[in-house]
C-alpha cells in the first residue's frame, strides 16, 4: 500500500469538499505547496494550479508534463448518517486494502487523483519532467472551473488526467455534449366531466445517457410518447406527464394522464389493449422487464387546472416522432463507439406549463450543433414552445496518433505483461476544455479502479492506487 497517497487521501477526506465548497479544499492545497517551496496560484473561480521543477532531469518547458484532476466530490449519505457532509469529515475505513467510508460516498472521484498528483509533487528522488499540477473545481455539476480557467499560465502540452475509474484503461477522447430546457405552456382546459386514464410505464433498466446509451436501452418517456401516437384516433388530450429525475440519466419509469371524451372512453379500452400490445411487441427484445399498466384515475384538480389541448398534443406527439432517442451516429474511426447521441430525460408537468429537458453528446461539436437544430426545428411545430441550451462542453477529439497514448501503453506493457486497453467515453471529461484551450496539447486519462462511484457503496482497492502510480511515476520518468 503506496502510505503517502493513502495519507494524502485522508487529509482530503477529512475536508469537506463537495462541488460548490471548495475553498477549504484549494486552502489546503495552497498550504501544501507553501510548506515546500512550491509557485501556486488559486484563480477566481477556485482553481488551483501548482508548479515544481524537474527531478533528475532537464527543467524545460518542452518536456513539462500537467497532471490535472478535481477538487469536488459527489456528496451521497444513508438517511441513517447523521454527518453533515458540508461540514464534517468522511469516516474513513480499510479493510483488506478495500477504502471505503461509513455511511457516505468517499469521493475518490477525483480525491484520490489529486492524492496522487500531492504524491508525485511531494517525491524528490524519482526522476520526472518539470509538473505543472491543476486542481478544478466544480466537475461534477457542469465543469464551471475547466470552462473558466485561464490556461495562458500553463506552458505544458502533455496532459495527463488523473480522473478515469478504470484500472489498464488509456481514455482518449469523450463526447461534448449540452443541455436542452424546453417549456411548452399549456392552454387546455380540463373538465371533470372527462374521463382520464392513467398510464405507467415501468420496469426499464435505465442507465447513464453516456455510457449506457449504446445498450439499447429505452426511455420510459419514450415509450410513452409512442404509446399516446399508437391512440391519435381517439379524442384525448395530455393532461399529465411527468418521469425521470435528471437529464443525463435514461428514465426507467414515467406515467401520463389523459384526459378522454366519453364518447371516446367507449373505445378507449380496446384501443388502449392493441397500442400497448404493439408497444410491448416491439420493445419486448431489448427490455424484458417492460411493464404497461392503465387506470381510470380521479380528475386532477378543479376544471381551471390547464392542459394540452387536442390539437396541441396532436403537434406536440408529432414533434417527439421527428426527435431521436438513444444513439444517432457511431464513430468512423472507432465503429464501436457511439458519435452521436440523444436522451430525453426529465419532464414534468406543472399545470401551467410542460418542462422538459434534452441531454445532447457528440464526439464533434459541429455535430451536436446539427443535432440540437434537428430538435429546434421539430420543437417549432408546438405552438408557443421556446427552449434553452445551457451548460454546454466541447469534445475532446480523438487522434489516431499519439506519442503519449503510445508512450503510457507501452509501459503499462513492460510493468505488467498485458496490453492496456484504449477506450473512448461517450460521458463528459474536462479534457475537451483542455483540448479547446491548449493549442497542440496531447491527452490521456488514466486512474485506478473505482467501483460504485457517486453512492455509499463507493469504494477503491488501495492496491489498483499501487500500481496505477507506478505506472505514472514510471511514465513520468521518461515522457
Known amino acids: 500500500m503506496n502510505e503517502k497517497v493513502i495519507t494524502f487521501f ?48 532537464a527543467d524545460s518547458d518542452e518536456l513539462t508534463t500537467i497532471l490535472q484532476a478535481h477538487q469536488d466530490m459527489v456528496c451521497v449519505k444513508e438517511d441513517s448518517c447523521p454527518l453533515d457532509m458540508s461540514k464534517d469529515p468522511l469516516d474513513i475505513m480499510i479493510e483488506d486494502g478495500i477504502i471505503s467510508a461509513k455511511g457516505t460516498s468517499l469521493g475518490a472521484d477525483d480525491g484520490i487523483g489529486v492524492a496522487m498528483i500531492l504524491e508525485v509533487l511531494d517525491d524528490t528522488e524519482n526522476p520526472r519532467p518539470p509538473i505543472e499540477a491543476l486542481f478544478t473545481v466544480d466537475e461534477e455539476t457542469g465543469m464551471s472551473g475547466a470552462a473558466q480557467l485561464d490556461a495562458s499560465v500553463l506552458k505544458g502540452k502533455k496532459i495527463i488526467n488523473l480522473d478515469s475509474e478504470e484500472e489498464g484503461v488509456v481514455t482518449c477522447s469523450c463526447a461534448g ?11 387546455g382546459k380540463d373538465s371533470s366531466e372527462r374521463v382520464h386514464v392513467k398510464l405507467y410505464v415501468s420496469g426499464l433498466a435505465g442507465g447513464h445517457s453516456g455510457c449506457d446509451i449504446n445498450k439499447g436501452r429505452l426511455s420510459a418517456l419514450r415509450v410513452l410518447t409512442e404509446l399516446l401516437s399508437e391512440l391519435d384516433d381517439l379524442d384525448f388530450a395530455l393532461a399529465d406527464l411527468n418521469g425521470g429525475k435528471f437529464d443525463n440519466v435514461i428514465c426507467s419509469d414515467a406515467y401520463a394522464v389523459i384526459s378522454l371524451s366519453p364518447s371516446s372512453c367507449d373505445v378507449s379500452d380496446g384501443r388502449l389493449k392493441k397500442a400497448v400490445d404493439k408497444i410491448l411487441t416491439d420493445c419486448s427484445k431489448t427490455e424484458k422487464g417492460l411493464k404497461i399498466t392503465s387506470e381510470i384515475t380521479e380528475t386532477l384538480g378543479s376544471d381551471d387546472r390547464k392542459i394540452m389541448g387536442r390539437d396541441e398534443t396532436k403537434s406536440f406527439l408529432d414533434a417527439m416522432k421527428k426527435i431521436p432517442q438513444g444513439v444517432t451516429l457511431m464513430m468512423k474511426d472507432r465503429p464501436d463507439s457511439v458519435d452521436t447521441s440523444m436522451n430525453l430525460g426529465k419532464v ?54 499519439s506519442p503519449l497514448r503510445d508512450k503510457i501503453c507501452s509501459v503499462y506493457k513492460d510493468l505488467f505483461g498485458k496490453d492496456m486497453e484504449t477506450a473512448i467515453t461517450h460521458g463528459g471529461l474536462e479534457c475537451g476544455y483542455f483540448d479547446s484551450k491548449i493549442e497542440g496539447c496531447e491527452i490521456v486519462s488514466i486512474g485506478p479502479q473505482i467501483d460504485d462511484i457517486h453512492s455509499v457503496k463507493e469504494k477503491i482497492a488501495a492496491d489498483s492506487v499501487d500500481r496505477t502510480m507506478q505506472l505514472l511515476k514510471k511514465v513520468l520518468e521518461t515522457v
Not at 177 to 187: F, K, M, N, S, W
Open 177 to 187: 455534449g449540452e443541455r436542452l430546457d424546453t417549456v411548452i405552456p399549456l392552454t
Open 10 to 57: 485522508k487529509e482530503i477526506c477529512s475536508i469537506p469538499h463537495g462541488s460548490g465548497n471548495c475553498s477549504k479544499i484549494g486552502d489546503y492545497l495552497l498550504s501544501f505547496a507553501k510548506s515546500r517551496g512550491l509557485w501556486s496560484v488559486r484563480d477566481k473561480k477556485g482553481n488551483v494550479i501548482i508548479k515544481a521543477p524537474a527531478v533528475k532531469r
Open 348 to 401: 414534468r408537468s406543472n399545470g401551467e406549463e410542460l418542462l422538459m429537458t434534452f441531454s445532447l453528446r457528440s464526439s464533434c461539436d459541429e455535430r451536436r450543433k446539427e443535432l440540437e437544430n434537428r430538435v429546434t426545428d421539430a420543437l417549432k411545430d408546438i405552438k408557443g414552445c421556446k427552449w434553452n441550451v445551457r451548460d454546454p462542453y466541447p469534445a475532446w477529439r480523438y487522434v489516431a496518433s
